[in-house]
């Protein structure tokens, strides 16, 4: 029961307010790992009150001493592998979003928004929203506090609702353990919506009133082109608007935006056929981004990619921005079961490069069926502004439009996808479907999966992501997992995996067979050791070579290459101070062999200084006449984090297959809450021509968050 106060609370991390005595603990957490079965060795309470505006949260860990994993002092920091707490809050009660609030024994603060019921952390957890709440702590000889006050203001609910579900869960590095106030299978991700308690409000909570943001911007920029020997520097302002719409909607506004503070894309080895898709930073498309993109499959079909919108090519192939006028997002509840999304972006011209206006639009519907599913429709619209003499009929616009069925079964052991997505675009009138579909099962010690996806030749989405079209593709999947006594193991995991690629243009010719083993030992410290080994089958429609060499012969299409290799890759103890990540593989490669080696290694010196070198090597034997290749990535980063408001990073990437050398260094002061002073320096050379410069800027940029 979240008890009713009158007055405020001071948060110091002490909470020896009389108010807290209104509340009772909440406790009995259960493990998560190393086992499911047994309660917290080391236990969790916490009480929950509320006046009205705030709602108030207190914690108490037990710990063995004072010694925590602490890499940093960031917002946002990431909570693997450190001591932290975690809380879920499902204000609509639909199993399938929430927000996320998490904190740490020196009160660090981390926020996100949870989609898709929070069973894949890497698609289903938003870590660039941000909002305002307070958070103060105090560590004992034996445990410590954390003292929470949240702002009604940063949720989005339903005032209609007397209760929400909630959950807790925490990690422990002093003894290797996680754990959770509901318990929660060790097959599912530790914070699935599925599984989660309610905290149930003594008097009904009144009607949002979510203030208007405004977030101006001012940003001056210098640049240096050496390969055209120009020169530019300009000052730009611009900024967001965030607009309440009663309790459930927001509609985001913005005006001249300004990405430049975005931290820089990691650099790549692409030794595929296909283009590599690189994920989205810049923070006014991440916001309820799951309306927006959560479609189709990761690898083969994204309908909707944000990063098309805003980045374009020049004359001579080089991706450059395409600078975004103005744009709008709503996005939201319309009732407890129904969300919307509406995103409409407006680019600028650039007529020298060939690059017209287009306004982007993507509009979605998620209407919630059963206790977790929900039944999904898309619109993506593309079209040039304006008459362009380089711009011919059939990519003057481009639509596409979808319907998709989400399956998320009450206990999570059963999870699914069935989708149907069609294209619209002048003067392509052949197969321009898809559809497709994704089913698993997932027990304690059992893993099935198998998917299918039908994609027409025609197919086209100008704002999406797509390695092909015109195929027919088969996935299925089989884990196993052994659990052992030893208390130095988590699990043991055999996966047995394999696609299945077939040309529709060539009668269903297959081009792509691979079947993977792998064999992995997951140790409860965070470590693993596994074993991974690949037969393949390629069938090439067009010429290829997989090392990029200028004016490479290529291995000639209409010929099938079967080649494997076998992988050893062990990570070690996240936890240790210095820490390392490496995997060495060799086998045959199409005609030829493929020697890799890739390592990441961390230090830290916690919290202030975070190093880490990613040295990675292919080396690629082919027979003459086809070039051979020795391909280095070499990656080193420095993370300063002197204070939790004030941060330095810089970032250094040699890429020796793009020819390339890249330095990015940011300086970040958070001088007000969620507004920022930042300094930011990029230089790029060429590595072929001794090294020379290709460009370079420094940019100043100011952002002040304003709540009216």
Do not use: C
């Amino acid at each position: 029961m979240v008890r009713t106060i009158n007055s405020e609370i001071n948060i110091d991390g002490i909470g020896d307010e009389i108010e807290w005595s209104k509340s009772k603990w909440g406790s009995n957490f259960w493990m998560w790992r190393p086992t499911d079965s047994l309660q917290a060795k080391k236990q969790t309470r916490f009480k929950l009150i509320r006046n009205d505006k705030y709602l108030f949260i207190l914690i108490e860990s037990d710990t063995d001493g004072k010694n925590f994993n602490t890499p940093n002092l960031k917002r946002d920091f990431s909570t693997y592998p450190t001591d932290y707490l975690t809380l879920l809050f499902d204000t609509f009660n639909d199993g399938t979003n929430a927000f996320s609030f998490a904190t740490n024994p020196i009160g660090l603060k981390a926020d996100g928004l949870i989609s898709g019921g929070n069973q894949n952390y890497r698609t289903d957890r938003n870590y660039a929203w941000d909002t305002k709440w307070n958070v103060a702590t105090q560590i004992n000889e034996n445990s410590f506090i954390a003292e929470i006050r949240i702002p009604f203001s940063s949720f989005f609910y339903d005032n209609s609702q007397q209760f929400w579900r909630f959950n807790i869960y925490r990690g422990n590095t002093q003894i290797n353990e996680s754990s959770t106030w509901i318990k929660i299978p060790q097959n599912q991700l530790i914070g699935n919506l599925a599984f989660m308690g309610k905290m149930v409000f003594e008097t009904p909570l009144e009607k949002g009133k979510n203030p208007i943001s405004l977030i101006p911007y001012l940003s001056s920029a210098a640049q240096n082109d050496f390969i055209y020997s120009t020169s530019k520097s300009n000052i730009s302002l611009g900024g967001d608007a965030k607009i309440p719409i009663g309790n459930a909607l927001n509609l985001d506004l913005t005006f001249n935006p300004d990405f430049s503070q975005v931290e820089v894309d990691d650099q790549v080895v692409n030794l595929t056929r296909f283009a590599i898709s690189l994920p989205e930073k810049r923070q006014f498309f991440t916001q309820n981004d799951d309306l927006f993109k959560d479609f189709g499959e990761n690898r083969d079909v994204i309908p909707f990619f944000s990063r098309r919108i805003g980045v374009a090519q020049d004359l001579d192939g080089n991706t450059i921005e395409n600078k975004i006028m103005a744009g709008a997002r709503l996005s939201g509840k319309l009732n407890s079961n129904l969300r919307l999304g509406f995103l409409n972006m407006l680019t600028e011209s650039d007529v020298n490069n060939q690059i017209a206006s287009n306004l982007n639009t993507v509009f979605t519907l998620r209407q919630k069926v059963f206790d977790r599913s929900n039944i999904s429709f898309f619109l993506i619209d593309r079209r040039t502004i304006g008459e362009y003499d380089f711009i011919n009929k059939q990519d003057k616009k481009n639509s596409v439009s979808g319907v998709e069925y989400n399956l998320a079964s009450p206990d999570s052991k059963w999870v699914g996808r069935a989708f149907y997505h069609k294209s619209f675009t002048e003067g392509l009138e052949g197969d321009d479907q898809i559809v497709g579909m994704r089913i698993q099962r997932n027990t304690l010690r059992n893993r099935i999966s198998t998917g299918f996806i039908h994609g027409g030749e025609d197919f086209r989405s100008d704002l999406g992501f797509f390695r092909r079209t015109g195929f027919m593709k088969i996935t299925p999947e089989y884990t196993y997992r052994i659990y052992p006594k030893n208390p130095n193991v988590n699990n043991y995991s055999f996966t047995q995996r394999g696609f299945f690629v077939y040309d529709t243009s060539r009668n269903y010719l297959m081009t792509d067979r691979v079947y993977k083993t792998t064999i992995r030992k997951s140790f409860l410290n965070s470590s693993s050791l596994s074993f991974e080994y690949n037969n393949r089958y390629v069938y090439l429609t067009s010429n290829f070579d997989p090392t990029r060499t200028p004016d490479g012969t290529k291995l000639p299409s209409n010929i099938g290459y079967r080649y494997d290799d076998a992988e050893f890759s062990y990570r070690s103890d996240q936890r240790k101070r210095l820490n390392f990540d490496s995997k060495i593989s060799y086998g045959t490669f199409y005609n030829g062999t493929k020697f890799t080696l890739e390592n990441e290694i961390k230090w830290r010196k916690q919290p202030i200084l975070n190093a880490s070198m990613i040295i990675n090597f292919n080396s690629i034997v082919l027979p003459n006449p086809y070039p051979s290749k020795n391909i280095w990535l070499i990656s080193p980063k420095i993370d300063f984090t002197f204070t939790k408001t004030l941060t330095w990073i810089t970032f250094v990437q040699y890429n020796s297959q793009g020819e390339n050398l890249g330095i990015n260094s940011r300086m970040q002061w958070r001088f007000s809450p969620l507004s920022d002073l930042f300094l930011v320096y990029n230089d790029n050379y060429i590595s072929t021509d001794n090294f020379s410069p290709r460009n370079r800027s420094f940019n100043l940029k100011l952002t002040y968050w304003l709540n009216i």
